[in-house]
């Protein structure tokens, strides 16, 4: 037993020579962090969640985390990835440019054609909100406010406003929004289920199928950037990057920028984005007791976006005579992560009923929670920011 | 008697959560969260009803013009 103590020990002393680092205190948390970054990637391979962000981050979470003789061409003030995070991260270039891509993916036309679903992507907001009152538990007010955003169920918007208010938990809150959002189908169902009867989940919605004007399409974005930009300044510039990726496709003159935007650019900023903002998982960033906190109240945010949308509905069916009631589970669409939010609704809503389509409405809904996701973010920003 | 019993309360629970998580545990923004909470949703609510008011008047202003 002794002789292998002994050998054990001998071990550790020859990686602490050959490393010229500490095993407890710089080895061993190393290890972790390649474990981590070897779980994203395999979590991004194996279960495809949100492969496109999650693989590059958790390479890059191996790369930040090399021994400091390698990690010093990496991370250090003129390394690449430093470069990169304050070319596009620190002053939120990338997300911003990110949105365009988002904006020029998304067809606002199930929203457009029945504008009334879009006060589900509010209500759906509540979690946001709920999480920075328990947040603010444990945290200061601007930790707390970054750590809430994750409940906007939207990368490219917790990562524009954590790095609005320099949070130091920006590796943690990132990781967070990406895992929750792929984790939707597991997320919310059991949620639904809790907070609705097998009678509401069967409530089918007529779909009217309106068709939306070519000009109600381009003035959309348009408008929405104008109204968010007068009510909550500090939206503008989110919601204004988006609608323009928005304007570019709808405006059927610029198809090859449309197109381009969509592809090229949301893969090329997805590509940089996922590496560089891997800055912030190194060992020291993120083995900390508040990086498990703040994973518990990501999924606490994402819990109450979805209790928030499904129980307003159910409110707003005590005022609605049958045959105009909202089946309740849309409510719960309103939370961003698009489009696999809106495809859980429907499935759920086939599993009551094999006849109930459901699609095109929490589609709408699904769309209207990413503009509201994005205009919560410019009130947190409203609030906190400088 | 009243204030003593919400003093030693209060250090009870923070003493316990602080323990449970080795986290510290403060109260004091519980204020401007709940204050900030409650605007963001009204704010986020009004903006939305702006939003679904023009929608309507696009809506109606498009109809019986060319439909894509």
């Given at each position: 037993m002794e002789t292998l103590t002994e050998f054990g020990l001998k071990i550790v002393s020859i990686f602490e020579a050959v490393m010229?680092?500490?095993?407890?205190?710089?080895i061993i948390p190393m290890l972790i962090m390649w474990a981590i970054g070897g779980l994203l990637i395999y979590l991004a391979i194996a279960?495809?969640?949100?492969?496109?962000?999650l693989l590059p981050m958790g390479f890059g979470t191996i790369l930040v985390n090399l021994p400091l003789a390698l990690t010093a061409g990496v991370i250090?003030?003129?390394?690449a990835i430093e470069v990169l995070y304050n070319a596009g991260v620190s002053n939120e270039l990338f997300p911003l440019l990110l949105f365009i891509g988002i904006g020029a993916m998304i067809d606002f036309g199930p929203l457009l054609s029945n504008?009334?679903?879009m006060i589900f992507g509010a209500a759906a907001q509540f979690g946001i909100f709920f999480t920075l009152f328990v947040a603010s538990l444990f945290f200061p007010i601007n930790e707390a406010a970054s750590i809430a955003i994750?409940?906007?169920?939207?990368g490219p918007t917790s990562i524009f406003v954590a790095s609005e208010l320099g949070s130091q938990y920006i590796g943690a809150i990132i990781v967070a929004a990406y895992s929750y959002m792929a984790l939707v189908p597991i997320v919310q169902p059991p949620v639904i289920k809790l907070l609705t009867t097998k009678k509401e989940r069967r409530i089918r919605m007529k779909y009217e199928g309106k068709s939306v004007s070519k000009r109600t399409r381009i003035l959309f974005p348009i408008v929405v950037s104008i109204i968010a930009g007068v009510?909550?300044?500090?939206s503008a510039v989110l919601i204004g990057f988006l609608m323009f990726g928005n304007l570019i496709r709808e405006c059927g003159v610029l198809d090859s920028l449309s197109e381009t935007a969509q592809k090229v650019l949301a893969n090329l900023i997805t590509i940089l984005l996922g590496i560089t903002v891997a800055?912030?998982?190194n060992a020291e960033a993120f083995l900390k007791k508040e990086t498990a906190l703040i994973l518990g109240l990501g999924l606490v945010a994402f819990i109450v976006d979805t209790a928030g949308g499904v129980l307003f509905a159910k409110l707003l069916n005590l005022f609605l005579p049958e045959g105009k009631k909202?089946?309740?589970?849309?409510?719960?669409?309103?939370?961003?992560?698009?489009?696999m939010s809106s495809r859980v609704v429907h499935k759920l809503g086939l599993e009551e009923?094999?006849?109930?389509?459901?699609l095109m409405h929490a589609t709408g809904v699904n769309v209207s929670g990413q503009v509201a996701s994005v205009i919560a973010g410019g009130m947190i920003l409203n609030f906190f920011g400088n | 008697m009243f204030n003593l019993f919400n003093t030693l309360s209060q250090v009870v629970t923070t003493q316990a959560a602080e323990k449970a998580m080795g986290l510290q545990f403060t109260t004091e923004n519980i204020g401007e969260a709940l204050m900030c909470a409650g605007a963001g949703m009204v704010g986020i609510f009004l903006v939305v009803g702006v939003i679904i008011l023009s929608v309507s008047i696009l809506n109606k202003a498009g109809s019986g013009k060319k439909k894509d």
């Amino acid at each position: 037993m002794e002789t292998l103590t002994e050998f054990g020990l001998k071990i550790v002393s020859i990686f602490e020579a050959v490393m010229g680092m500490d095993f407890v205190s710089e080895i061993i948390p190393m290890l972790i962090m390649w474990a981590i970054g070897g779980l994203l990637i395999y979590l991004a391979i194996a279960k495809d969640m949100e492969p496109t962000l999650l693989l590059p981050m958790g390479f890059g979470t191996i790369l930040v985390n090399l021994p400091l003789a390698l990690t010093a061409g990496v991370i250090s003030e003129h390394g690449a990835i430093e470069v990169l995070y304050n070319a596009g991260v620190s002053n939120e270039l990338f997300p911003l440019l990110l949105f365009i891509g988002i904006g020029a993916m998304i067809d606002f036309g199930p929203l457009l054609s029945n504008p009334k679903l879009m006060i589900f992507g509010a209500a759906a907001q509540f979690g946001i909100f709920f999480t920075l009152f328990v947040a603010s538990l444990f945290f200061p007010i601007n930790e707390a406010a970054s750590i809430a955003i994750i409940g906007a169920a939207d990368g490219p918007t917790s990562i524009f406003v954590a790095s609005e208010l320099g949070s130091q938990y920006i590796g943690a809150i990132i990781v967070a929004a990406y895992s929750y959002m792929a984790l939707v189908p597991i997320v919310q169902p059991p949620v639904i289920k809790l907070l609705t009867t097998k009678k509401e989940r069967r409530i089918r919605m007529k779909y009217e199928g309106k068709s939306v004007s070519k000009r109600t399409r381009i003035l959309f974005p348009i408008v929405v950037s104008i109204i968010a930009g007068v009510v909550a300044p500090s939206s503008a510039v989110l919601i204004g990057f988006l609608m323009f990726g928005n304007l570019i496709r709808e405006c059927g003159v610029l198809d090859s920028l449309s197109e381009t935007a969509q592809k090229v650019l949301a893969n090329l900023i997805t590509i940089l984005l996922g590496i560089t903002v891997a800055r912030n998982m190194n060992a020291e960033a993120f083995l900390k007791k508040e990086t498990a906190l703040i994973l518990g109240l990501g999924l606490v945010a994402f819990i109450v976006d979805t209790a928030g949308g499904v129980l307003f509905a159910k409110l707003l069916n005590l005022f609605l005579p049958e045959g105009k009631k909202f089946n309740p589970m849309i409510g719960a669409a309103g939370i961003s992560a698009f489009p696999m939010s809106s495809r859980v609704v429907h499935k759920l809503g086939l599993e009551e009923d094999n006849q109930n389509f459901l699609l095109m409405h929490a589609t709408g809904v699904n769309v209207s929670g990413q503009v509201a996701s994005v205009i919560a973010g410019g009130m947190i920003l409203n609030f906190f920011g400088n | 008697m009243f204030n003593l019993f919400n003093t030693l309360s209060q250090v009870v629970t923070t003493q316990a959560a602080e323990k449970a998580m080795g986290l510290q545990f403060t109260t004091e923004n519980i204020g401007e969260a709940l204050m900030c909470a409650g605007a963001g949703m009204v704010g986020i609510f009004l903006v939305v009803g702006v939003i679904i008011l023009s929608v309507s008047i696009l809506n109606k202003a498009g109809s019986g013009k060319k439909k894509d």
